[in-house]
């Protein structure tokens, strides 16, 4: 019987057979992940997530879509029946490196004990409501702060903040990407 060798909830032998699999096969490397938004009123507005294409397939795995919703608070003329769009972005920020510290550290064999991030981003709604046009709509700045438990020395500390490159929500908000947008009547 084989046993699970796992580093921080990682299994480190399926993570080496994926690595081993994407670097035979780069295709097998090539993801598409999707959404679909329904607009209820106001800043409300419901998105369904399920299906996405990876590793040469459609995936399959997911029977019911998970389903996010999002408003703005009274301040902002929402309700509050949701996180905000931008206070999604800060989660998935948070969640994507930390769990690319944890993937990658894994591999290293560097053992994490607990992680905690706080994460803080500032906008100025002078871009949002077009009121200046030399202020961004989106996030002016934004600040982590990761807190590693662990039996490691300042060198793997400093490796592991290193790791946080490799965090494709991190390259997405620090990067340019082309976004096309097709408006057309329904």
Not at 12 to 19: E, K, M, N, S
Not at 89 to 101: D, K, Q, S
Request: glycine share 10%; proline share 5%.
């Amino acid at each position: 019987m084989h046993a699970i060798s796992t580093v921080n909830g990682v299994d480190v032998d399926r993570l080496a057979g994926t690595i081993d699999a994407v670097t035979a096969n780069p295709a097998l490397a090539r993801f598409q992940f999707r959404a679909q938004n329904h607009w209820v009123d106001g800043a409300y507005s419901r998105s369904t997530i399920k299906d996405f294409y990876g590793v040469g397939q459609e995936d399959t795995t997911r029977t019911e879509p998970f389903t996010v919703d999002t408003d703005e608070p009274p301040v902002l003329l929402g309700e509050n029946r949701a996180p905000t769009t931008v206070e999604y972005v800060l989660h998935a920020l948070a969640a994507c490196v930390t769990g690319t510290i944890a993937y990658h550290a894994a591999a290293r064999g560097i053992v994490v004990d607990g992680m905690e991030t706080t994460i803080e981003g500032d906008v100025d709604l002078h871009g949002f409501l077009g009121l200046d046009g030399s202020v961004r709509p989106g996030f002016e700045r934004i600040r982590v702060t990761i807190k590693a438990i662990g039996d490691f020395d300042d060198d793997q500390l400093a490796e592991l903040a290193g790791l946080t490159s490799y965090s494709p929500v991190r390259d997405i908000v620090t990067n340019p990407v082309p976004v096309a947008i097709d408006l057309v009547r329904g």
